[in-house]
């Protein structure tokens, strides 16, 4: 049909066009914010575009349902501007009559934001994670930028040094400083270098002094050396822990059903069944006067994004801990959107009327 031919051309340009804007708009501000993360040592400077694309990654679904939201009521509220609404109207067809070319062209939106929501999400957040994980469990050594004071892995030291060699085995104006069993070292050396043993590294430092003091400063003892040997870090990346959530796959979450896990799987699935229930939304949301802008409908549609968007959200707290369970926030949740939704596009193709209460007047004889 020529008029579902247009429809969809328009909304692909619409959405390509939000698409760019949106994407661009991410990908800035999680630069911004990887850069952030590496001036703090979080992020190995070298993988900061990895890292940025990593989390645009997990970004996407949310992002490519707001455009797709957008397209769809920025594409109707215009043909409600221009009039084109009232030849449809006229042909005798409905606005639920537009459901049908809106899910033709939205199918692959939808099919590609349940897999990035699904599979991609936790495959982005893990290859993130492990990136941060290999950077913070290098040695203490590799961790010292030259010309620049930097903390150990444990937070019990402070390294200052000038690497000598490209491999950060050895460096040159080596200073520690030191706070343990209430005592405070200060030991600098002319030069050091990192030796290997088992699973622990040393740097042994050579043509230094060392200057050991209580915290309460009742005890100085002040020492020169030759040489000394010093553990900087356990030369095998320390066990990571439990996970976080957001990097399990959705198979585990499905397969191990503890409140966490259904919480992130509850999020996951509302953001595929929330960019379906936007379609009808969209629709809904989209009927303006002629006469009038279309700046109220599109300001209308972003806040009811936002609020959607943020309740898929706290619905992940709530069955994280055990306010609400998983059955019972996806059907009260999403199902109570889409009921809404259709009831209120009823409304507007059926022209129904909301009842007006009469005022009864009051008759007085003569």
Request: one cysteine or more; proline letters at 4%.
């Amino acid at each position: 049909m020529l008029f579902h031919s247009s429809l969809r051309k328009e909304l692909a340009r619409s959405f390509g066009a939000s698409l760019v804007v949106l994407v661009t708009i991410v990908m800035t501000m999680t630069l911004i914010r990887t850069l952030g993360q590496a001036n703090r040592g979080s992020v190995n400077p070298q993988e900061v575009l990895m890292v940025m694309g990593y989390t645009v990654l997990g970004y996407l679904p949310p992002v490519l349902t707001l455009c797709l939201f957008m397209a769809i009521v920025g594409t109707l509220s215009r043909m409600y501007t221009d009039s084109e609404m009232v030849i449809w109207f006229s042909a005798g067809r409905g606005l639920s009559s537009l459901l049908r070319p809106l899910f033709a062209f939205a199918w692959p939106i939808l099919v590609a934001i349940a897999v990035l929501a699904l599979v991609v999400w936790p495959w982005a957040n893990q290859q993130t994670q492990d990136l941060k994980d290999r950077y913070g469990s290098r040695g203490d050594l590799e961790r010292v930028a030259p010309g620049q004071f930097q903390e150990s892995a444990s937070g019990t030291r402070v390294f200052f040094l000038d690497k000598d060699t490209p491999d950060n085995k050895s460096g040159k104006n080596v200073f520690i400083s030191t706070v343990e069993r209430g005592k405070q070292t200060v030991t600098s050396a002319r030069t050091g270098r990192v030796v290997t043993e088992g699973d622990s590294q040393f740097l042994l430092l050579a043509n230094g002094q060392r200057l050991e003091t209580t915290l309460d400063g009742s005890e100085l003892k002040v020492s020169e050396f030759e040489e000394l040997g010093n553990r900087v870090g356990s030369a095998q990346a320390l066990p990571g822990g439990n996970a976080p959530v957001k990097t399990v796959p959705t198979w585990l979450l499905v397969l191990e059903p503890t409140r966490a896990n259904l919480g992130e799987l509850a999020w996951r699935l509302g953001l595929a069944l929330a960019a379906a229930n936007f379609i009808v939304i969209a629709v809904t949301v989209s009927s303006v006067n002629p006469r009038a802008g279309r700046s109220s409908n599109l300001v209308f549609a972003l806040f009811a994004f936002i609020v959607y968007y943020n309740l898929v959200n706290l619905g992940q707290s709530w069955i994280s801990s055990g306010r609400a369970t998983f059955g019972g926030f996806l059907l009260g949740m999403h199902g109570a959107v889409l009921a809404v939704a259709v009831l209120w596009l009823a409304k507007q193709h059926n022209n129904w009327a909301l009842p007006r209460l009469r005022r009864a007047g009051v008759g007085t004889g003569a």
